[in-house]
Nanobody, 121 residues
Framework: QVQLVESGGGLVQAGGSLRLSCAAS????????MGWYRQAPGKQRELVAT???????NYADSVQGRFIISRDNAKNTVYLQMNSLKLEDTAVYYC???????????????WGQGTQVTVSS
């Protein structure tokens, strides 16, 4: 059973900071790209940031310079440090990871359950 478990969401005032974490567990051999996506009410899910297993990061224009994605390969965990939060950052944030499963000898795409981030004025 492979799963991604997120933590760290919550309520924060505009201009504040939050740190999200997502840990992968279960029977997999390796993790390729990990990332964060978000979905605001009435909107489609969108990319926030991704990071490869070599540490190469990619950001959406809307969060560039404010958010920092990082990962700890030893802990199979990806983080999202969110600074200078804006009202429009309010959304459910989902963790995503590309996992190589031992059982199938293939990469599979997994999603976390989502964690709510609410930015208030």
């Amino acid at each position: 059973q492979v799963q991604l478990v997120e933590s760290g969401g919550g309520l924060v005032q505009a201009g504040g900071s939050l740190r999200l974490s997502c840990a992968a567990s279960g029977s997999f051999f390796s993790i390729n790209t990990m990332g964060w996506y978000r979905q605001a009410p009435g909107k489609q899910r969108e990319l926030v940031a991704t990071i490869t297993n070599y540490g190469t990061a990619n950001y959406a224009d809307s969060v560039q310079g404010r958010f920092i994605i990082s990962r700890d390969n030893a802990k199979n965990t990806v983080y999202l440090q969110m600074n200078s939060l804006k009202l429009e950052d309010t959304a459910v944030y989902y963790c995503n990871a590309d996992l190589y499963l031992i059982a199938t000898m293939k990469f599979h795409d997994y999603w976390g359950q989502g964690t709510q981030v609410t930015v208030s004025s």
